[in-house]
């Protein structure tokens, strides 16, 4: 079985945690998320998890050496090394897409991989699951700032040939598809 070594972009509504899942049971890959690590850290009240909960309760990232070095930790661990990684909510600023680039050397990123479903989809898929924070200018606001944040971040993968953008817009199995076919001639 190839090793995947990737990150994952896709809009809040666009599939990106279900199409995550699926990466990490066919390749056995460690899904890497810095925002379960952070609520983790948070939840078991750490003196780290308390000085990120800062950051995240108001509505801002936490900073970049600070998450930096958490996913550099984590990814020196041996089943990354071993298995690969799936980073999901990281790069999110051009600083930690430098960094991310320099630790994984010249061969060592896979794809850069973008869910890519239009913004008045996900904002009809949002209005559908009806959750209390999702009012219409809850949703633009958020979609907005996704845009904001992972633009930039985006356009440097592509510049480094590593954007890998995949319709998202059909069944689970559909985009699945279509995301095993376009990763299959980059990984080794
Ligand atoms: P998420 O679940 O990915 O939306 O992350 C939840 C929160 O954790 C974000 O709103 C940020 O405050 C923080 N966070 C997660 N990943 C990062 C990151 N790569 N850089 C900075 N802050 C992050």
Request: proline share 5%; charged share 30%.
């Amino acid at each position: 079985m190839p090793r995947l070594r990737a990150v994952i972009f896709g809009r809040q509504g666009a599939g990106k945690g279900t199409q995550s899942a699926r990466l990490v049971e066919r390749f056995g890959t460690p899904h890497i998320s810095t925002g379960d690590m952070l609520r983790a850290a948070v939840a078991e009240g750490t003196e780290f998890g308390r000085k990120a909960n800062d950051y995240m309760s108001a509505g801002n990232l936490v900073p970049d050496e600070v998450i930096i070095g958490v996913v550099r930790e984590r990814l020196a661990k041996p089943d990354a090394a071993e298995h690969g990684f799936l980073l999901d909510g990281f790069p999110r600023t051009l600083g930690q897409a430098e960094v991310l680039l320099e630790l994984c050397g010249p061969d060592g990123l896979d794809a850069a991989i973008d869910i890519d479903v239009p913004i008045p989809v996900v904002t009809e898929r949002m209005k559908l699951r009806g959750r209390d924070d999702d009012t219409d200018e809850a949703i633009a606001r958020r979609l907005e700032l996704y845009e904001k944040e992972t633009g930039p971040v985006l356009a440097l993968f592509e510049t480094r040939g590593l954007l890998v953008s995949v319709d998202g817009v059909g069944t689970e199995a559909e985009v699945f598809g279509r995301l095993l076919a376009a990763l299959e001639p980059r990984l080794s």
